[in-house]
């Protein structure tokens, strides 16, 4: 059923930022990209450069995937960062975090947020050969000290597909590997520099492809995030070897069709060796592709994979160069077992939501998972065997909500080689230990702590808004609003503005005096939709605290000095007959941006934003600041009042504000002078809303309403379309 209720708006960051549609940095061979972020300006929510991403991760040393990432920092530093400064992504300035022109991309962990951070960048071959490796160098900068002893670091991973990484090496990392004396910033940040200066890194990348680096900030050692370093990552460079040439006689691949080459591939390593599972006796097929595609390839393959003699059960391949000048020989070995194996161990098992207890280990073959506090669906549980030719089967649990823990159990069933040795792996899944307060309203959820308390809402909250940033929704009830701050987008169902949600599960924090609920389940199907909201009326006097995140209107304002365009993370201040509110240029994607600042008297229609002692308000659409009808100001210190939309071809709404408990008058007749609607009682100090359904038995034409409240009149003029 739809319902009619007041708008109460969320929160947007002080500087939010557009989300950008995905891109990459192209590369090619011979070419070098840079990048040193100053570009991104010293706002805290500042968009990052094309093809780089952020993102910050709940467990240590965890790399995310570039996809889910985002493209703007959360918050700033430079000089003098405090003791107490808050975990999150960084805008670093090399001096005052407002002005330095300086800046660098990092990161600061607390105990229990941030406990790892990434930046990652997409690089894209937009060549035409292949690029056989990179040269790459950074520096790591140091804005605040901390005393955790195992240190903090920066660890580069690289990637072909985003998802999957591989760590780097020692080559790439900057390990600060000790406790500082005090959680302390810098008089003139940052304190010390740290580079990696031109390391090879041995990947091939084909033309079209893409490799991603990221940049993993966390702690060296343990899981204990507290007292952390704030460390930035500046001044990247990537230099694409020189292109493919008639000369290049190596391979960007080789592969076998049957076990694994051991080594790892690599262009400049010759020779491999493949383990094959017992009985094999045909040769598996090799296949091997040029990094020049015109040089030449000879695959002679093994002889006899079963003969003693190494050089029967090794196939080789050899590579002439387009010119004929040089030539190369790749070797793959192959080893059959002598034995069928009895290894029926695992080498990996994962679980997709919070670690396994105990950690991993091949011969422990029990382990737990407490489950997010409301989870209902079962965790995918990942493993690998030790032996490459054991076979598995993965069987999930049943019912990760019951409680015969055996229901709760996923199996992972491991049949060695030879067909009789078995081992099961099994990981119970048991609920939240975590005590939930429920509250039944938004205003009570509001009135919670902020110390890590998870809280319910069992009541419905109607989704008012939504956007990319952070997955972010705004969600309101009769009481009050609230800003969702879903970083790990955790509500991922396809809600839609006007849809209920209830039983929202999650914590509150606080950022810049702006309260947030940061969800910690999703609550599934929107329980109602199609439900409408109205806007608050008031005079910029009459908003305070408790206004924060609701959606309000303001009348008969205008626009100091309205010259030039409206441009994002501008300030515009807006004056009414009572005071002045700052209008925030936040929403990025809004239709007024670029659009003329209004010279004429305007009503306002937008989201109340209280960022630190200082008011505002941002606009959600171009049809929010709308040229103002109405320029009678008497009694407006009494009541101000507002009939929208109007004209109209279904509901009208009647918006006003009263000072204290009064009786209000309402009337509305046609043009005859016949009553079609009247509204008569006493009605508590605050916002009201008094909506007229016009769609039952009434004709188009003109109407006009009367209204008395406090010995004050107003009358108007109604325009039915039906």
């Known amino acids: 059923m739809k319902k009619l209720i007041t708008l109460l708006s969320l929160f947007i960051a002080f500087s939010m930022t557009l989300p950008q549609l995905e891109a990459q940095v192209n590369i090619s061979n011979g070419q070098t990209v840079t990048e040193n972020f100053d570009v991104i300006g010293v706002d805290a929510v500042a968009t990052l450069p094309s093809g780089w991403k952020v993102d910050k991760q709940t467990d240590v040393r965890m790399v995310g995937t570039y996809s889910a990432a985002l493209t703007a920092t959360e918050r700033r530093g430079g000089n003098n960062m405090g003791t107490t400064a808050s975990n999150g992504i960084y805008n670093f300035g090399a001096g005052d975090q407002a002005t330095a022109t300086d800046r660098a991309v990092g990161f600061l962990s607390s105990s229990s947020a941030t406990k790892s951070g990434n930046l990652y960048v997409q690089l894209q071959n937009n060549g035409s050969a292949n690029i056989n490796y990179f040269t790459i160098g950074f520096d790591v900068e140091k804005y605040r000290n901390g005393t955790r002893a195992e240190g903090f670091q920066i660890q580069m991973h690289y990637s072909l597909d985003g998802t999957t990484w591989t760590d780097a090496g020692a080559d790439f990392n900057i390990s600060l590997a000790y406790g500082d004396t ?3 910033g810098f008089a003139q940040a940052p304190d010390s520099t740290y580079h990696v200066t031109a390391q090879v890194l ?11 680096l990221a940049w993993n900030y966390s702690v060296i050692t343990g899981t204990y995030t507290s007292n952390a370093k704030a460390l930035g990552v500046d001044n990247v460079s990537v230099v694409a070897a020189v292109a493919s040439t008639a000369d290049d006689a190596t391979l960007s691949s080789i592969t076998s069709g049957l076990g694994v080459l051991s080594p790892v591939f690599a262009p400049m390593t010759m020779n491999y060796t493949v383990a094959l599972p017992f009985g094999t ?25 079963t003969s003693a003699t190494a050089a029967d059960r090794t196939t080789t391949i050899v590579v002439i160069s387009e010119d004929l000048s040089q030539t190369k020989t790749y ?5 059959v077992a002598t034995t069928q194996s009895n290894d029926a161990s695992l080498s990996a098992l994962t679980c997709s939501v919070t670690p396994l207890v105990p950690a991993f280990s091949p011969t422990v073959y029990y382990y737990t998972v407490e489950l997010p506090y409301g989870t209902t669906t079962t965790p995918t549980v990942n493993a690998v065997t030790n032996y490459p030719f054991a076979t598995l089967v993965i069987t999930p649990a049943t019912d990760v909500t019951s409680t015969d823990s055996l229901n709760r159990t996923t199996t992972v069933a491991v049949t060695a080689e030879d067909g009789t040795t078995t081992q099961n792996y099994l990981v119970q899944f048991n609920p939240s230990s975590i005590t939930v307060v429920d509250v039944a309203n938004i205003a009570g959820l509001r009135a919670g702590l902020t110390d890590g308390t998870v809280y319910r809402l069992t009541g419905e909250a109607i989704l008012s808004y939504k956007q990319t940033y952070r997955n972010q929704k705004f969600v309101q009830d009769a009481t009050a609003a609230i800003m969702i701050d879903d970083f790990n987008n955790v509500l991922n169902t396809p809600y839609n503005i006007g849809d209920g949600i209830t039983n929202l599960i999650g914590t509150l924090t606080v950022y810049n005096q702006m309260l947030q609920f940061t969800p910690t389940v999703n609550p599934g199907a929107a329980t109602s939709t199609g439900n409408v909201v109205v806007a608050h009326l ?6 305070v605290a408790d206004d924060q995140a609701k959606l309000i209107k303001i009348l008969n304002a205008n626009f100091a000095n309205p010259t030039g365009n409206f441009a994002t993370n501008q300030n515009y201040n807006l004056t009414d007959a009572t005071g002045t509110i700052v209008f925030r240029t936040n929403f990025h994607e809004a239709d007024y941006i670029g659009a003329p600042v209004p010279t004429y008297t305007v009503d306002v229609t937008g989201i109340y934003i209280q960022y630190i002692n200082t008011k505002q308000i941002t606009s959600r659409y171009a049809t929010d600041i709308e040229q103002s009808t109405s320029t009678d100001m008497d009694g407006y210190n009494s009541f101000i009042f507002d009939a929208y939309p109007n004209p109209s071809n279904a509901n009208i709404n009647f918006a006003f504000n009263l000072e204290q408990t009064q009786n209000v008058v309402f009337v509305i007749t046609d043009m005859s002078g016949k009553e079609v609607y009247n509204f008569s009682g006493n009605l508590n100090a605050g916002s009201h809303v008094i909506t007229w359904d016009n769609s039952n038995n009434i004709q188009s034409g003109v109407y006009f309403y009367t209204v008395l409240i406090n010995n004050n009149v107003r009358n108007g003029k109604l325009i039915i379309t039906q």
């Open 202 to 212: 041995n990947v091939v990348l084909a033309p079209g492809s893409s490799l991603y």
């Open 538 to 543: 008031k005079t910029v006097n009459q908003v």
């Open 182 to 184: 005090a959680n302390n």
């Open 331 to 335: 070797t793959v070995e192959f080893n």
């Open 281 to 305: 006796t045909q040769t598996p097929t090799i296949t091997a592709i040029p990094s020049n595609a015109l040089a030449n390839v000879t695959v002679t393959p093994a002889t006899d994979v």
